[in-house]
């Protein structure tokens, strides 16, 4: 093996490295990183080494990721491909010992930085596995990733394997590519909760569930009770509006503005014939014009969620959804019932937990509502999060009781 670039990094990246961040952000000091170098070795201010780093010169934005703190790094490099496979040995039997992941066909067998693989999300799909990579560095391993995933659960295909390279970046947004056949398109359906969504692999960007949320699905069914009527503003391709039927919401109205989705929730609806599909409504229109629509209609909820897309565009203007929500409120509120609930979420890292929580609260002061915090939602479950790295921590919700 050749030797690994020793590189000084900036003094702001070995505060965060030393403080547990996994990451190398793009700067004067990573940009000059040896472009050929698969790995390079952090150096502090007095040229001490700090980490071992998965180089990516590629990344916009992220240009390194910690692989190991442990010395020597020379020594830990010569055995990356035993460690990918015990660290992905150790993510699966996390998972294969998690109770909760038993009412549920989807999950996450890993997810990422916490469980210390930089980067690698695998998603597994009933009988498939979608193995996604937020970092092109993974690309050269792939078939080590399979091989040790198919040793785990022989169960899974080889034609049932799909690969993403996904991330912030428009250059890499690529569609789930199936391991044997690149111009396979798949439908199928899986089981969460004892729903049945169907879920598509190969023909669009996201395949029609959000994992990540599933344990958060099933934190609220203690607030939702039969009888109630739910509101479901981007709603998707409906999760959250069938697990609300499913526990005996009996007015239920999904808003979303893309056809695609609300066609795919309908679908999602027929699949459940326990369901009755006369207890729901769908409203293909912008949000704004949907409460707009239901206020003039004296139209009033139990529950309203609201999940909103970290930014969003009306093809004038892109608004992010922290401030989009303060005109939110007030038309929510005026749509919630005495007593009723709020479920308030954010998708992004960019603002904290805190920093939400004032941000809402200032927005219910100026407004002038009333308004109780019940309860924080995060990643839980098969979703682990990582202490002082706040990026693997973008999703987080507030539940809120009007008084």
């Not at 793009?26 to 040896?34: E, K, T, V």
Request: proline share 4%; glycine share 4%; with cysteine.
């Amino acid at each position: 093996m050749n030797k690994i670039p020793e590189c000084l990094i900036h003094p702001v990246s070995i505060k965060l490295l030393r403080q547990g961040h996994p990451w190398i952000t793009s700067d004067n000091f990573s940009n000059r990183f040896p472009r050929q170098s698969e790995f390079v070795i952090a150096m502090d201010e007095r040229k001490r080494p700090l980490a071992l780093l998965m180089h990516d010169p590629y990344h916009k934005n992220v240009k390194a990721r910690v692989w190991s703190t442990k010395f020597p790094f020379d020594r830990e490099a010569q055995h990356f491909t035993a460690s990918i496979q015990g660290r992905l040995d150790l993510a699966f039997e996390k998972r294969i010992q998690q109770k909760e992941l038993k009412e549920r066909e989807n999950y996450y067998l890993v997810f990422g930085e916490a469980d210390q693989l930089p980067g690698l999300f695998i998603q597994r799909l009933k009988d498939r596995v979608l193995i996604q990579f937020y970092t092109g560095f993974w690309n050269r391993y792939k078939s080590i990733i399979q091989t040790t995933l198919q040793e785990v659960f022989p169960e899974i295909r080889d034609e049932n394997v799909w690969f993403q390279l996904r991330g912030e970046t428009k250059e890499l947004q690529k569609l789930p590519i199936n391991s044997q056949d690149q111009n396979r398109r798949d439908e199928f359906h899986l089981s969460e909760f004892g729903i049945q969504y169907l879920i598509r692999l190969g023909s669009s960007y996201d395949h029609g569930l959000y994992t990540d949320m599933s344990s958060i699905r099933h934190h609220l069914s203690k607030f939702i009770n039969p009888g109630m009527s739910v509101l479901n503003l981007y709603s998707y391709t409906g999760a959250f509006s069938l697990w609300s039927m499913k526990l005996g919401a009996t007015n239920v109205v999904s808003v979303d503005l893309s056809p695609k989705y609300i066609e795919w929730l309908q679908q999602n609806i027929a699949l459940n014939p326990d369901l009755n599909h006369t207890e729901h409504e769908a409203m293909t229109k912008s949000v704004d014009d949907a409460l707009d629509e239901l206020m003039a209609n004296n139209k009033s909820f139990d529950f309203i969620i609201c999940d909103p897309p970290s930014s969003s565009s009306d093809g004038e203007k892109r608004t992010s959804a922290i401030k989009a929500y303060k005109d939110l409120l007030e038309k929510m509120n005026k749509l919630l019932k005495p007593s009723g609930k709020l479920v308030i979420f954010l998708n992004t890292h960019q603002v904290g937990q805190e920093k939400f929580d004032r941000i809402l609260k200032d927005y219910l002061t100026e407004l002038k509502l009333n308004y109780k915090m019940i309860t924080r939602l995060q990643l839980a479950q098969d979703c682990p999060t990582l202490k002082g790295f706040p990026e693997g921590s973008y999703l987080k919700g507030i539940v809120l009781e009007k008084q």
